[in-house]
Nanobody, 127 residues
Framework: QVRLVESGGGLVQAGGSLRLSCAAS????????MGWFRQAPGTEREFVAS????????YYADSVKGRFTISRDNAKNTVYLHMNSLKPEDTAVYYC????????????????????WGQGTQVTVSS
């Protein structure tokens, strides 16, 4: 079991930026692909971005492409989500998650691909 702790959420004005962090512990971080999801009140949890375990492959939801960047530092057991040009519709609780990685370039995108989840961090974008 991997333990994940997100941080970096908060209140920001539209057009602003935030950087979310997700610190992992408990298993070998570099064995896992990582992802970010978000969930707004009354909606299902939706995919935001994911990154492969070691070769830097990434994938983004269309709604955040060009504005968000996912990255990871395997030496620090941490994955990041850099969010720029934030919009009110980005308001949600953001969760990081791990996915078992069968090859280095694997980039999961479906909710069912992911196993361990963090507790989430709230991001609120005001208009």
């Amino acid at each position: 079991q991997v333990r994940l702790v997100e941080s970096g959420g908060g209140l920001v004005q539209a057009g602003g930026s935030l950087r979310l962090s997700c610190a992992a512990s408990g298993r070998t971080f570099s064995n896992y692909a990582m992802g970010w999801f978000r969930q707004a009140p009354g909606t299902e949890r939706e995919f935001v971005a994911s990154i492969s375990r070691s070769d830097g492959n990434t994938y983004y939801a269309d709604s955040v492409k060009g504005r968000f960047t996912i990255s990871r530092d395997n030496a620090k057991n941490t994955v990041y989500l850099h969010m720029n040009s934030l919009k009110p519709e980005d308001t949600a609780v953001y969760y990081c998650a791990t996915a078992p990685s069968y090859y280095s370039g694997y980039v999961p995108t479906s909710y069912g691909d992911f196993g361990s989840w963090g507790q989430g961090t709230q991001v609120t974008v005001s208009s």
